[in-house]
């Protein structure tokens, strides 16, 4: 009953409980799409990391997978270090550049491994474990690098390292034939890639056997990823077989990713703290008002002898009316919100295409109903004590007079 | 008059209040009696005491000197738990204004006190429902308090108090807010509830209502 009552007191001011109910779902949605905020990115950089395929990467001292310029420069001795170490099941080595097609440029990288899964070929068919002497080098591109330098598979190109009228600009082009076309998870919206012979980048780049990374597959049943505890502990030990450079496994470089996110978390706390202080003092507001409007009808309660939990029930009971209704308003808001946020972010030309800034979540925003539901009933507590604690003589006195 | 006769034993009862640095002595030094079954009018006119004493009657409030005893039982040391039990299932308390939920029907508001007491839906059904009749607002059962009209309100909030079947019936002028025809219709009412068997204490500045009691006790300056 005093849920009913409860109810029919929600009801009493209807514009008041649908300006309250709207503020609260904004500030429900706010809270749930600040949760997401991040999340998003986390879950989409593991995801492609694991698209990858590779669990640990050998990177320069200090940086990050194409972070700087920096390279391995022996990169061929890594890699047969790596080889002698049972656990290792397979590398990739790659170095990348920028190349031009006439004044086009395209980020080229250079690999070389057997089995690689850091691209898919989607068209035509991979490069060659070796190259040919007298044979044209083979080229792989994106379907961007296709569309903007207009060629098939079966054309030829001519790469060179500068683009026409640089200065100091690399007169001797290498002239590559284009045998495949292939996707790339972690292309940039728009970039042109194109994936060629290892030796022939270290060539165009005159860089010997440097090597930007090399990309390691730890030996595992069916090809799956090894567990995180196995990654850890390869990383440790090569990092001891290699003390000039870096050895992440997947969770070193998800922490690095997770420090680059920090102003981003920092911006989604600060607005979260602020959507819970609304909706506390949102709620705290309306239901004083409330109280304060009833405090005759709360008096006259009290004395046919309601009891003071009685009416710290019915206010609460308010309390978590208005929120249940600004939580199914909010959640569904929140889940739209955040999609469209991520539309717009995603947009950003230095982001990958695959990557994400909010994914909807029930988790996220069932988090953010449970977070708002705490702060409202906190906010509901001080009325309630306030209806309870109503001098009953007095206020009757009041309300006559 | 036995001992167990007395409902309500007020020996040199006070009640002060403190109004910022001031002190007001609403009740001064009371001394009464109600017998079980009688009803007592409390006349006098405003600012005498008289919804004080009410309300020390009606264990809302406690005294700051003297010592109340109501159904035996001694208010003065009385936690606030015990009395809103007391008021809660043995007095039944009719208000000049009404205080009828808005939001609730009729029957919902006769039923509002059972609830608290936890009788049991279909009992209380029953009896909201005999009570509503009782008072002669069978037709007015789903009716919110804004489509009554006063006398038809006041007669709601009567068959409220009586909702946990009290001993005793506290109406603080009752009929203050009604018309004199409206007004005697509930007075009547009122008395009826005293032939059934009620002690009735009422607070009133109309001599004509309150010559419906047994007894009238005047008030002037905050004494009885």
């Known amino acids: 009953m005093m849920l009913r009552v409860a109810i029919r007191n929600v009801m009493r001011h209807r514009l008041r409980t649908l300006f309250t109910v709207l503020a609260l779902s904004m500030a429900i949605a706010l809270l749930a799409d600040m949760r997401m905020l991040a999340h998003g990115m986390e879950k989409t950089f593991y995801r492609v990391l694991s698209s990858v395929g590779y669990e640990v990467r050998v990177c320069p001292r200090g940086t990050l997978p194409f ?26 080595r790659v170095l990348g550049t920028t190349l031009h097609v006439d004044s086009i440029p395209v980020f080229a990288m250079g690999v070389d491994g057997e089995r690689q899964s850091l691209y898919a070929v989607i068209a035509g068919k991979d490069l060659p474990d070796r190259v040919g002497p007298d044979r044209a080098v083979e080229l792989l591109l994106n379907e961007n690098a296709m569309r903007d330098l207009h060629v098939a598979i079966g054309d030829t190109l001519t790469l060179q390292r500068d683009a026409p009228g640089a200065t100091l600009a690399f007169s ?57 505890d196995e990654q850890r502990s390869v990383a440790a030990s090569l990092a001891d077989t290699f003390p000039d450079l870096s050895v992440y496994a997947m969770d070193s470089l998800m922490e690095a990713l997770q420090r680059q996110l920090a102003y981003f978390k920092q911006f989604a706390l600060i607005l979260s703290t602020i959507s819970l202080l609304v909706t506390f003092l949102l709620v705290a507001v309306v239901l004083t008002i409330g109280v304060g409007e009833r405090r ?13 939990r009685s009416i710290q029930a019915m206010i609460l009971s308010e309390s978590a009316l208005l929120l249940a209704m600004s939580a199914v308003l909010g959640s569904v808001l929140g889940w739209f919100l955040a999609g469209y946020l991520d539309g717009i972010l995603t947009q950003s030309p230095s982001l990958p295409s695959g990557y994400r800034f909010f994914i909807p979540a029930w988790r996220e925003i069932a988090t953010a109903v449970a977070m708002s539901g705490v ?18 003589p007095r206020t009757l006195h009041e309300e006559v007079v | 008059m036995t001992s167990s006769d007395i409902l309500i034993r007020a020996e040199g009862v006070g009640k002060t209040y403190r109004m910022g640095s001031e002190r007001v002595d609403a009740v001064q030094d009371v001394d009464l009696s109600i017998a079980r079954g009688e009803f007592v009018s409390l006349m006098g006119p405003s600012g ?56 609730l029907t009729a029957f919902e508001n006769v039923e509002l006190p059972m609830i608290e007491s936890k009788t049991p839906h279909r009992e209380r059904d029953a009896r909201a429902r005999a009570l509503l009749e009782r008072v002669g607002l069978a037709h007015r059962l789903r009716h919110r308090p804004h489509q009554l009209s006063g006398g038809e309100m006041q007669r709601v909030a009567i068959a409220r108090a009586l909702s946990n079947q ?16 409206t007004g005697a219709s509930i007075l009547k009412l009122i008395k009826e509830l005293q032939s059934g068997g009620l002690t009735v204490v009422m607070a009133t500045h109309d001599p004509h209502a309150a010559e419906l009691g047994d007894r009238v006790v005047q008030m002037e300056g905050a004494r009885a």
């Open chain 1, 67 to 92: 972070a700087t310029d920096a390279v391995i420069d022996e990169s061929g001795r890594v890699v047969d270090a790596l080889h002698a170490d049972a656990r290792v099941d397979r590398t990739l």
């Open chain 1, 172 to 228: 001797r082009g290498l002239r590559t034939v284009v045998t495949g076309t292939i996707h790339i998870a972690f292309d940039l919206p728009g970039q042109r890639t194109a994936i060629l012979p290892l030796e022939a980048v270290q060539q165009m780049r005159q860089a010997g056997d440097a090597a930007s990374f090399v990309l390691v597959k730890l030996r595992s049943d069916e090809g799956h990823l090894v567990p995180l």
């Open chain 1, 296 to 308: 005759g009808e709360i008096a006259a309660l009290r004395s046919m002898g309601f009891r003071r």
């Open chain 1, 375 to 392: 702060a409202g009933i906190l906010a509901a507590l001080l009325p309630a004590i306030q209806a309870a604690r109503v001098d009953i």
């Open chain 2, 48 to 103: 005498c005491g008289k919804t004080t004493l009410l309300n020390l009657f009606g264990c809302i409030d406690v005294p700051t000197t003297g010592r109340l005893h109501v159904f035996g039982e001694d208010v003065t040391g009385m936690t606030e738990r015990r009395r809103a039990e007391l008021r809660l299932n043995r007095i039944g308390f009719v208000f000049q204004r009404f205080y009828l939920l808005p939001m």
């Open chain 2, 166 to 181: 009290p001993d005793l019936i506290i109406a603080d002028e009752p009929t203050g807010e009604l018309d004199r025809k």
